[in-house]
């Protein structure tokens, strides 16, 4: 709801190029040749590794080439069932001792010791393991030893061998027990140049800076090569937990929601006129009809209610087409959004928020803790604060105590993105909590199907919802009366004609309701303090981005 | 997969005006002066209520005014938090006998019985309960009488009343016991003239052909008018179980899913270039490049295959700008999509869409038992046949038992939409199942990331899934050679320029893998043997539709 200013942290190098419009341009024309330049050497070094794959794969001297090579395409094709037993490479450990596994992953890094031995650190969706290669006879030979050290890096290979403990600590990989390495194909091959190093994608700003002041210079990778090589930079094990803590914030969404009475629905994305009015939105043609991209499911949402389903929840793509260049405004990103009759008041609707939210953090904390630690490794965050029962202040409460700071503020307007950190920090303060609602909006800065306050009309019964000293919920009581919404909307200056489906929703019988709206990247985002959006997203989407 | 030609359902009258162009066009012109007369006729209706609400709320006369009226607006704007207890009508049962109960819900049919009595049936959700007034000195007035006989259906009314159970079978309301009213509020009337009555709504056509029979003449509701109207048609029983069963749909495919190590993503709808090629996507300008609305979430599951998460799955909207009128095809739908590794062969993910779909089908028949008795008051349907491990045909078992009967059919064709058909036929006869799986699809009809089989480059590693003899389910191993890949797409006169973001995210290492597409709306379609499509899209849209 706040008002945006353009954010920059000056302390983070990989924030500065896309902060700035100008900058962001120019660099993308420099990117651009980059880019290409890159491709031409990476369709030159393919064609250079194809060539050596298939000079590679026959080797006739060697009595043990069977042991190793490149899996012709031919058996990639479903060629047959053979009912072999696969480990996955999470599942290593010394229970498995002396046994023979089976495992398929990728080579993240090599390294020969002299001719005759070999280390290959294989991973598998974040989990590695140290493999082995030793010169023995009958099954590894010199030429297998050369094999394996050929391999590109990222490269998927079928690795057989047979489990091992060491006595000491392995520290280049996650699994405590090593492969001594029997058999080893290479499945398919990654070009040798790599835009991103794994590594480098996987590396903490600190370690970094610990590194200069150690006088070593280490790669950085910012975060425009990283978005536009996302395929290698989601393979990091901070990428692999932010997605998949993503995934279990839905889950316990849902699971909450419907453990409720709430039924998931799916309304149109494509709508005849603009969701919520305003001009931020993309238009399209529809068979010859104007037509734009919901903004929100706002409107059907309600329309649900309105059709006797009491309590709907719906997670789909929203699209914003506005020029927000901040580091936490997408051009599209995942909805969350919670529409319920209620009885008497919206505080129905914050008890909902209180409860689903508490639940969720206390669900990510005891059961994401891999995945936390994943992202803590590169991106350090303190755990949120929040309290079992959520604070809940008025808006006036919040203006007072900023007041009391020395924050001048129009009681009637509505916090810009500084004062909602301030108040953040004043709260934290005061209440020990990251995580509180405000309620009691002016009227003037909500939209037109909020329910203004009973005892006085220049208040709302709304609230926004914030984390770390920035808002992650918007929601409110809604106008369930039609001619006093079609009034509403009218001074509020909408084009009433565009919204005429939606206003005659409420002639057939409304009752009384509110809902929310929450951004999944943003809970994401926040609850692990990320410092940009885009670090939460898969494939982001902003007003310069719409690839890969 | 396969082609498809307008569908007629001759027996359904509901079919007939949207199937053939022309008479839909002329129907919309005539259709909208009738909305507008409609709108007219409800605005001047809703200014007689309005009206009569204020004349009506104060009655100076009746001592025992307090105990009913219209609820001011002001006391619906979250004026107090009273700790009232709320029932819900479907919790209303003879454990509560005696015992005063306060519900909310909507008119649903009044009958007075002279000036002192009157029984209103109330619904809530879809839940029924009768309740009675009866005047009675210090509690029921004739006044109290009349208001409840004045309101409007599907008004929501609150009500107070004494839970009572009656010594015979309650045949009009789902609850059997009788609420003996103390106290009525209107809280939000509905216009009296309404587009559709509710129970014109959810009658059966077996119940309008009898009463024909019977030489009566019922409401029919059209399926145009059904969907002008949309938040009153969901208002039906049968209605109300079609988009609860949608949602158990999708639960049970993400928690079978999420059971066996996916991890639910969220892929981006607003593209560069077109998903998959070909015409039928819908385009717009983002931010001044050209871009369309995904078709599928395909190229970008596969690149998540690529950026490590082993197993994937996306639930969301899908976009086709395709002509087809038919009773199966909208444009814009919900897709269930899976996209995951495979150690060896295409048939480990014919497994995965083998036990889903058995426990999904399984689960629906256990849990859904209400929604599935209230959509077959309405809409008549036999239960799926469904065996414990699901057949499996190649497609040349399948075009041979189609030539058995004499049907004329081309081996590497597609299968037509009568094809499907009679092989759906042929196969309930034979294996007694109406799901099944034809796999290994002739190459020349599958898209272009499709791979072919080891052994005949003209079938490839593809399989259709069928219910009640409709194509439900696409999926296939993919190409993950980026050689390969760049080959097949421009053999197949793919546009390479416009995917090379999807092509270069093969050459940093792709594991071999499949996956599969699913249109949330087809399963319930096809579980529930509904006649179209539109029935299970809350908000539809078709080439004509894009409201409400």
New interface residues.
């Given amino acids: 709801m706040a008002s945006e200013e353009p954010y920059q942290n000056p302390t983070n190098p990989e924030d500065q190029p896309q902060n700035e419009e100008g900058s962001a341009k120019k660099l993308s024309k420099k990117e651009a040749a980059k880019l290409e330049r890159l491709?031409k050497r990476?369709e030159a070094a393919?064609a250079a590794v194809?060539a050596n794959i298939s000079s590679m794969a026959i080797d006739d001297t060697d009595p043990l080439a069977e042991n190793y090579g490149d899996t012709p395409?031919?058996?990639?094709?479903?060629?047959?069932?053979?009912g072999?037993k696969?480990t996955e490479v999470k599942a290593l450990n010394e229970d498995l001792k002396d046994q023979v596994a089976l495992i398929?992953g990728?080579v993240q890094a090599i390294r020969a010791v002299g001719k005759k031995m070999a280390f290959v650190v294989l991973?598998?969706?974040?989990f590695t393991v140290q493999c082995i290669l030793t010169v023995t006879p009958d099954v590894v030979s010199a030429q297998m030893v050369k094999f394996a050290t050929s391999l590109?890096r990222?490269?998927?290979v079928d690795i057989e061998g047979v489990i091992t403990v060491p006595a000491t600590t392995i520290k280049g990989a996650t699994q405590q027990v090593e492969v001594q390495v029997k058999k080893i194909y290479c499945?398919?091959?990654?070009?040798p140049a790599?835009p991103i190093n794994i590594d480098d994608a996987a590396r903490s700003e600190e370690e970094i800076e610990n590194a200069l002041k150690a006088g070593e210079q280490l790669v950085r990778v910012n975060q425009d090569t990283r978005l536009n090589?996302?395929?290698?930079?989601?393979?990091t094990p901070a990428n692999?937990g932010i997605?998949?803590i993503?995934?279990q914030v839905?889950?316990i969404f849902?699971q909450f929601l419907?453990s409720e009475g709430f039924?998931?629905?799916?309304?149109?994305?494509?709508?005849?006129g603009s969701s919520e009015g305003g001009s931020a939105v993309?238009?399209?043609?529809?068979?010859g009809?104007p037509?734009c991209?919901a903004q929100s499911p706002q409107l059907?949402k309600q329309?649900?209610i309105?059709?006797?389903?009491?309590r709907v929840f719906e997670?789909?793509?929203v699209?914003r087409?506005e020029?927000s260049f901040t580091h936490r405004h997408l051009?599209?990103f995942?909805g969350l959004d919670v529409e319920m009759?209620?009885?008497?008041?919206?505080?129905e609707v914050m008890d909902v928020v209180d409860r689903l939210f508490v639940t969720m953090f206390d669900s990510l904390n005891d059961t994401c803790q891999k995945e936390l630690e994943a992202i803590n490794e590169q991106y350090r965050f303190k755990p949120l604060k929040y309290l079992r029962k959520t604070l809940r202040l008025t808006f006036e409460e919040g203006i007072q105590m900023l007041r009391e700071v020395g924050v001048e503020i129009d009681p009637l307007g509505d916090l810009n993105t500084e004062s909602e950190r301030k108040l953040g920090q004043l709260v934290l303060e005061k209440y020990d909590t990251e995580f509180y609602i405000l309620h009691r909006y002016p009227l003037a800065v909500r939209p037109f199907y909020t329910?203004?306050?009973?005892?006085n009309p220049l208040y709302s019964?709304s609230f926004d919802v914030f984390i770390r000293g920035e808002e992650i919920i918007s929601g409110a009581?809604r106008v369930?009366?039609?001619?006093?919404l079609l009034e509403r909307a009218q001074a509020c200056g909408i084009d009433v004609k565009t919204i005429s489906?939606?206003i005659?929703?409420f002639?057939?019988?409304?009752?009384?309701h509110g809902g929310f709206g929450v951004g999944?990247e943003r809970v994401v985002m926040l609850f692990c303090a990320l410092n940009n959006i885009r670090k939460s997203s898969?494939?982001?989407?902003d007003?310069?981005r719409?690839?890969?």
């Fill in positions: 491709r990476q393919a194809a395409l031919d058996d990639l094709k479903s060629k047959e069932i053979s072999r696969w398929r990728r991973r598998e969706r974040g590109s990222e490269s998927i499945v398919n091959k990654a070009i790599l090589f996302r395929v290698l930079d989601i393979r692999q997605f998949r993503q995934c839905e889950n849902r419907l039924v998931g629905i799916h309304t149109p994305k494509l709508i005849a993309f238009k399209l043609d529809y068979k009809q037509a991209l059907h329309m649900a309105c059709g006797d389903f009491g997670i789909g793509p699209f087409a020029d051009c599209e995942t009759e209620i009885k008497e008041h919206y505080s329910m203004p306050c009973y005892d019964n009581q369930h009366v039609p001619e006093y489906t939606y005659d929703s002639r057939y019988g409304a009752p009384p999944l898969l494939f982001p989407r007003p310069q719409i690839a890969p």
